[in-house]
């Protein structure tokens, strides 16, 4: 607030000091508003504005008061001077332009302060957005703070989970490391017995040549043995027979030549001859020696042929009169393994055997070749 000291210069300020007063009331209520940076840009320039209209103010009421305080004193008539008696005239010109200069730095204040009311409003309006911007933003900062506390939880739950990890990761090195060294150790020990094993493999390998050698001389030996036991087998072949081999009665005649077989077994070594087919089969290559015997009634023809593989080789034949007859024949042959010889009676003739055992087949290897 502004003083003065003299009566007239208080009633003449007056209205411009309530003026200031309200100025100073507004621009306090401005300042207490929240403000931002551009705010307090405004507001130092409103500052600057006002405090050099009112320096001007206060300058010129110091002078006026001056004046006044000038015409005020009392000069002795005695004492005054021609440029003293004009001095009140002065004064009084130099009073009017003092209210006069008053009177446009006051209208210059009026309009400066509509124009700063006008900006203040806006500032105002402004500043109530970015209050309300502010408020948001508080709660979206509240909002981003509760977001980094959980956040921070979860980071702290994940660190303590990463501790945890690393512990079990650690343990796992360690484990891990234990079991290289054990692998290592297993490896070495593998090696010795790869290599007791080739040495070993080496050996069965000798030894299985060996024994391959060893088992094919002793197949040689075993074949030789069985050939030499075939040999002395073979060696050993010879039959006879005849043949009925129970009861007694004629055989024949039939209208073709007809194979005979000796059912009666009276010898047979090296089981050369089959009493089921009547065939003799050679067990080897050599010589053999064959004799067979027939025997019929009179006044009848009686006869047979020996057949060596389908060919006829000798025969015997008898025809009498009166009386029965026997004929007989014996051949020997080189026979190849496998050969077949047997007997075939004469086609229209007819034989007689009974338990005398009148018809007999015989032969025997006489040596191999």
């Not at 021609?82 to 006051?106: F, K, M, S, Y």
């Not at 070594?269 to 009634?297: D, L, S, W």
């Not at 020996?306 to 009169?321: D, T």
Request: aromatic content about 6%; charged content about 20%; proline content about 2%.
């Amino acid at each position: 607030m502004f003083h003065v000291g003299s009566g007239s210069l208080s009633r003449t300020m007056f209205p411009i000091l309530v003026m200031i007063d309200q100025h100073q009331t507004l621009f306090k209520a401005a300042m207490n508003t929240e403000t931002s940076r551009t705010e307090q840009t405004v507001t130092l320039r409103m500052e600057m504005t006002m405090c050099f209209p009112l320096l001007l103010l206060i300058c010129s009421l110091c002078t006026a008061k001056l004046q006044t305080e000038s015409d005020n004193h009392i000069i002795p008539l005695g004492d005054q001077t021609e440029a003293e008696r004009r001095e009140p005239t002065n004064a009084a010109d130099q009073q009017q332009r003092c209210t006069q200069d008053i009177h446009a730095v006051l209208r210059e204040m009026s309009a400066s302060l509509a124009e700063q009311r006008v900006e203040i409003r806006h500032l105002q309006r402004e500043n109530e957005v970015q209050a309300a911007q502010l408020r948001e933003q508080k709660i979206e900062v509240e909002k981003l703070k509760q977001q980094l506390q959980a956040q921070t939880a979860g980071l702290i739950s994940i660190k303590a989970r990463t501790d945890v990890t690393e512990n079990q990761v650690e343990a796992l090195k360690r484990d891990g490391e234990a079991q290289t060294a054990e692998l290592i150790s297993i490896k070495a020990r593998t090696d010795i017995t790869e290599n007791q094993v080739e040495a070993l493999k080496r050996d069965g390998e000798a030894q299985t040549a060996e024994l391959i050698s060893i088992k094919a001389r002793t197949d040689v030996t075993e074949n030789q043995v069985e050939a030499l036991k075939r040999d002395g087998e073979v060696k050993q072949v010879a039959f006879s027979a005849s043949l009925l081999a129970s009861g007694g009665g004629d055989i024949g005649p039939f209208n073709t030549h007809t194979l005979l077989v000796f059912r009666h077994v009276v010898t047979n070594i090296g089981n050369a001859y089959n009493p089921n087919t009547g065939f003799f089969t050679a067990p080897v290559r050599g010589a053999y020696h064959f004799e067979f015997y027939m025997y019929g009634h009179a006044s009848h023809q009686s006869g047979a042929v020996l057949v060596k593989n389908g060919e006829h080789i000798c025969n015997a034949y008898e025809h009498q009169p009166s009386s029965a007859a026997s004929s007989s024949n014996g051949v020997t042959l080189l026979l190849e393994v496998g050969d077949v010889v047997y007997m075939r009676q004469w086609h229209h003739s007819r034989l007689f055997d009974n338990e005398n055992h009148h018809i007999t087949f015989s032969g025997h290897l006489l040596f191999t070749m």
